[in-house]
């Protein structure tokens, strides 16, 4: 088989402000690099897939794999191009907030641009990314599309032009999976029930995860990784309060606490997914790593934030 395009996407972390973003509250979140999809395009006499979810005949793929049919379709529909095989190899783990279907379009589209040898813009990525996220969330904030498209980390507001945003502080982040599927769709579903419920106090956790947001963005500028930590611990009972934690997230966020972790909150949509917990040093940071192993925790990554590690 001919490779004829080949593009890579990362996953992403929220630092702060997931859920409230969907409803213009601003939010802070990086590219990250410990995760990563590739995507190659080779030549075929059908249009055709192999990856982890499906592999076979694209027009016969399961309905997860929507985005992909539609992304691929639009692409070579606006440029006249195809059949191929497309493959797609990823680290990045699906459905646990760690924005892995805004990481495999990121990677698509850029494989595609590839294929065709067209210079692909900052601004049309996020085009195309978007599209992709509208089809598999519904009602995206676009933080995922920006971040994963992007190469800093970002300092986001829905609907207006996003900053690079660099999260220079001395501290460590771990990032853990439960290893329980995210469920992205249905709690941001839950929150929007509950917005209608129970207006006044959604809108009170919302805005306070917005407050957090912004003092998120001065703890990183004066270098505070307490203050950060205190942030996150804030965070994560407004995410609760808003129905998207669970009792899993819940128990392995108390067990990173009580040893010693600076602060840790779930991350992306909940329900399940991954969460990430601030350590003061790299002694603390193996230290509840190693704990949250014993807990049964799926996965772990270790994260510098000092000047650009994480990019
Ligand atoms: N390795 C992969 N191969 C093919 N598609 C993938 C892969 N990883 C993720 N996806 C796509 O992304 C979707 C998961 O996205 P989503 O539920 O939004 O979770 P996340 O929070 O990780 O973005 C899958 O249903 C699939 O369409
Ligand atoms: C919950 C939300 O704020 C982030 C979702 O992140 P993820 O798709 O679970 O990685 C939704 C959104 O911003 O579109």
């Known amino acids: 088989m001919k490779t004829i395009g080949v593009g890579h996407g990362t996953g992403k972390i929220i630092l702060m402000g997931e859920h409230a973003v969907v409803y213009g509250e601003p939010a802070i979140a990086f590219p990250f ?31 997860a794999l929507q985005i992909i049919q539609q992304l691929t379709t639009h692409l070579c529909q606006q440029f006249d191009q195809g059949p191929f095989h497309l493959t797609i190899e990823s680290t990045v783990p699906s459905a646990r907030g760690m924005g892995s279907s805004a990481a495999v ?45 992007g190469s800093q980390p970002i300092y986001f507001e829905k609907g207006k032009d996003f900053e690079a945003f660099p ?15 995210g469920r992205t769709r249905e709690a941001v579903a839950a929150v929007a029930q509950l917005m209608k419920t129970k207006t006044e106090y959604t809108n009170h956790l919302i805005h306070h995860l917005g407050h957090l947001s912004r003092l998120t963005k001065e703890a990183i500028i004066h270098n505070q990784p307490h203050e950060l930590g ?25 067990l990173a606490r009580d040893n010693g972790a600076l602060g840790a909150k779930l991350t992306g949509g909940g329900r399940g997914g991954c969460f990430i917990v601030l350590c003061q040093d790299y002694q603390s940071v193996t230290h509840i790593q190693t704990q949250l192993k014993y807990a049964g925790v799926k996965d772990t990554w270790m994260q510098g934030l000092g000047v650009y590690e994480h990019v």
């Open 167 to 181: 999260l220079n502080i001395d501290a460590y982040l771990l990032v853990a999976d439960t290893g329980i599927l």
């Open 105 to 149: 379009a990121t990677a698509i589209t850029r494989a595609f641009f590839d294929w065709i040898d067209v210079t692909l813009s900052d601004t049309d990525l996020l085009t195309y990314v978007n599209f992709s996220e509208a089809i598999a969330h519904g009602n995206p904030s676009g933080i995922d599309a920006a971040t994963t498209s």
């Open 33 to 63: 690099r410990g995760v990563r999809v590739t995507a190659t395009f080779n030549a075929s006499a059908h249009n055709q897939i192999t990856s982890s979810h499906y592999s076979g005949l694209l027009a016969d793929a399961p309905e």
């Open 230 to 254: 205190q942030y996150m611990n804030f965070a994560q009972e407004d995410l609760r309060q808003l129905t998207v934690s669970n009792e899993r997230l819940d128990e392995l966020i108390q």
